[in-house]
């Protein structure tokens, strides 16, 4: 298995508190991406990253903000999260090169009151 | 990214071959097609991707229409634990999940 490591694996919040996730690869892999996941929704991209201090937004990125100072970690920010955000939260990484595929972390599951 | 196309469900029997159908009309000639699949409420795993050449490994084959426009995924001998949600991706860096096939293994 690719060697990524989310934390935490659950987290239970309320609502207008902030909520770090963080990603960890051991990889040296230049890409990073967060996605979610809902019912009904299959997985979708938030945000994704292909450097240090490069990042750009996928698909639903609204309320979310992510840093990347070092290959190897990759967070994700809730400012002040929200009942809509309670969701399963995927990593995943590439190394970007000739279409070589993204792997995926175990998740969090995370849950705003 | 390509849009894809999958039926939402399909049954096997354990030890016959499963063949997961994909519709990619849209995929582009750069674009390749990847396939996943999600255990309960596991991370995706990566089974296989191609372009335009027929791919196999280790967990399944993958044939690819010469037009591209549809492939499909082979599982030679499932198993119960092939029991899953399979996704077909056609894309590069930023992949598009659909809804994908639930495809149940039965003994």
């Known amino acids: 298995d690719a060697g990524i490591t989310q934390s935490p694996r659950h987290k239970v919040t309320e609502t207008g508190t902030p909520v770090t996730l963080r990603c960890h690869q051991t990889e040296n892999h230049r890409y990073m991406y967060w996605y979610r996941q809902d019912p009904g929704h299959g997985l979708r991209l938030i945000h994704y990253s292909y450097g240090v201090k490069d990042t750009d937004k996928g698909e639903v990125s609204d309320g979310y903000s992510v840093s990347r100072s070092k290959t190897e970690d990759f967070l994700l920010t809730l400012e002040s999260a929200t009942s809509s955000q309670t969701s399963v939260y995927f990593c995943?990484?590439?190394?970007?090169?000739?279409?070589?595929?993204?792997?995926f972390g175990d998740g969090t599951r995370l849950s705003i009151l | 990214d390509a849009k894809t196309t999958q039926p939402p469900s399909m049954d096997c029997a354990e030890g016959r071959a499963a063949n997961l159908p994909c519709n990619h009309s849209?995929?582009?000639?750069?674009?390749?097609v990847y396939w996943y699949r999600q255990i309960h409420s596991q991370g995706p795993q990566y089974i296989i991707h191609?372009?335009?050449n027929n791919e196999t490994n280790e967990m399944a084959s993958l044939i690819i229409t010469e037009d591209r426009k549809s492939s499909t995924l082979i599982l030679p001998h499932a198993t119960l634990r092939d029991t899953a949600v399979y996704y077909c991706i056609g894309g590069a860096q930023k992949l598009v999940f659909g809804q994908g096939t639930r495809l149940t293994i039965n003994p």
């Open positions: 191609g372009l335009k």
């Open positions: 849209t995929i582009s000639g750069n674009e390749y």
């Open positions: 995943a990484i590439s190394s970007g090169i000739s279409n070589q595929p993204q792997h």
